[in-house]
């Protein structure tokens, strides 16, 4: 079966047109700009980038230029709409609502709707893409795959905030926690590699890109993750804080004047990274400042380095023990720094790195020697195929 992967930005929509039998992307593209001017970016399997750049003042009017690209008779991979089996949706916050994927109908919507609270950026572009979807293919049967879902199995000790049992029982304030698709993902490919029973491991996943992420995976389920109640918590990020003192948003307020509005702004898009080193949060950019010597650029990466070995640490213990950790995303699949740094502090569980393997960038490798007590391993991530599979096996 073909099964279109829609994953909806605010003002970008990215595709993906994947073959289940084969498992491989007939084609994969973006729409940029969408309400601004617009952009598509289509590229064929095997084929040309077309980049076009065509107005499209809606989401709907997006996907109705994607559906045009895909059966383009120059570009196009398929021949009629009719060749499309099915429509998996990425949908950032389920709540508490989803803890598995669903078949999408208007109770889900509606469900989806009330999550809006607890993803304001995200969620209500996410309805926009499966609204405008569903207008054009009426007929395609569409699932929801939730970024939220996989970490639904955490108990209480971990999900639960430190605050009046009031605001969870009145706004269902606690941890939620998010790449819960890639998490799975790519610890079920971990499991593979490694050779683990399934119903007894202990895999951390490290899922390190501009959003960053850690879970602890305990017989194949989320127990704990280093993402909150939104994306801020945790880890240093690209540009997100992570975890800080809470009493230091009201000290930035009256210190600099600024509004709550302002100060979560400042945490989510000007700190992280990008903020320690005032240059960039991109870590090629850090790594070629550090290289002339910037000072910054280093700090910023070595702190991100030790947040991210202090919450490997942490679910070592929540786990009491770990069998393999993986790592992915941007950084997990390409940065050798940031993951030999991250390594360096790991001889405690007996790791040890090698260095030739580490230098590869991109692949599915083993960062670790033979006889590591633990299996430390590069797992590229698929978020787009994770959510094919889920489609396929509701439909
Ligand atoms: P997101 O999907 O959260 O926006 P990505 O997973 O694309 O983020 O990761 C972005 C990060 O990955 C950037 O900091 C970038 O420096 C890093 N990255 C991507 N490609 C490479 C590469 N080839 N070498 C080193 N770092 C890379």
């Known amino acids: 079966m073909k099964v279109l992967v ?19 992307a007939l084609a994969i593209g973006l729409c940029e700009r969408i309400g601004i001017d617009g952009r598509l970016v289509h590229t064929p399997a095997g084929g040309e980038k077309v980049v076009k750049e065509a107005a499209m003042d809606t989401h709907e009017a997006a996907i109705k230029l994607v559906l045009e690209a895909l059966t383009n008779k120059d570009h196009g991979v398929i021949s009629s709409l009719e060749e499309i089996g099915a429509v998996g949706h990425r949908v950032v916050h389920g709540g508490e609502k989803f803890a598995s994927s669903t078949m999408i109908t208007d109770e889900v919507l509606n469900a989806i709707e009330e999550c809006c609270d607890l ?62 698709t890639s998490h799975s ?58 975890d800080i003192d809470p009493a230091i948003i009201e000290f930035i307020m ?35 400042a550090t290289a002339d010597g910037d000072e910054k650029a280093r700090t910023a990466t070595d702190l991100f380095v030790y947040r991210a070995a202090k919450y490997i640490g942490s679910y070592v213990t929540a786990m009491n023990g770990v069998d393999a950790i993986a790592f992915t995303a941007g950084l997990g699949e390409n940065d ?33 020697t033979d006889d590591s007590k633990v299996q430390v391993w590069v797992v590229p991530t698929n978020e787009e ?9 509701l439909i």
């Not at 009426?138 to 999900?159: C, I, L, R, S, W």
């Not at 990008?274 to 870590?283: A, K, T």
């Not at 030999?340 to 569980?349: A, D, E, F, N, Q």
């Not at 195929?385 to 096996?393: G, K, P, S």
């Open 254 to 288: 009256k210190k600099e004047n600024k509004s709550i509005d302002e100060a979560i702004e400042i945490l989510n898009k000007k700190s992280g990274v990008y903020g320690v080193s005032g240059i960039s949060s991109d870590f090629r950019d850090l790594e070629a």
């Open 119 to 180: 993803a304001p950026l995200h969620n209500p572009a996410n309805l926009i893409g499966i609204r405008a979807c569903k207008a054009l293919m009426p007929n395609v049967p569409m699932v929801g795959v939730f970024d939220t879902a996989f970490h639904q199995t955490m108990p209480e000790k971990a999900y639960l905030y430190g605050l009046p049992s009031e605001y969870y029982d009145k706004y269902r304030i606690r941890k939620y926690g998010f790449h819960g």
């Open 6 to 24: 829609i994953n909806c930005g605010s003002s970008s929509l990215k595709y993906q047109l994947i073959d289940s039998e084969t498992e491989k």
């Open 385 to 393: 195929l994770a959510i094919a599979r889920e489609t396929v096996a």
């Open 185 to 242: 993902f790519v610890a079920k490919r971990t499991m593979e590699l490694c050779n683990l029973d399934p119903n007894n491991s202990k895999i951390i996943v490290c899922h390190l890109g501009n959003g960053a992420s850690i879970t602890a995976v305990k017989n194949g389920k989320s127990i704990d993750t280093s993402m909150g109640l939104t994306p801020l918590e945790g880890l240093t990020m690209g540009t997100r804080s992570g």
């Open 336 to 368: 050798k720094n940031v993951r030999g740094g991250i390594m360096s502090y790991l001889g405690y569980l007996g790791v040890e790195m090698v260095v030739e393997n580490n230098n590869t960038r991109g692949k599915e490798i083993k960062l670790s």
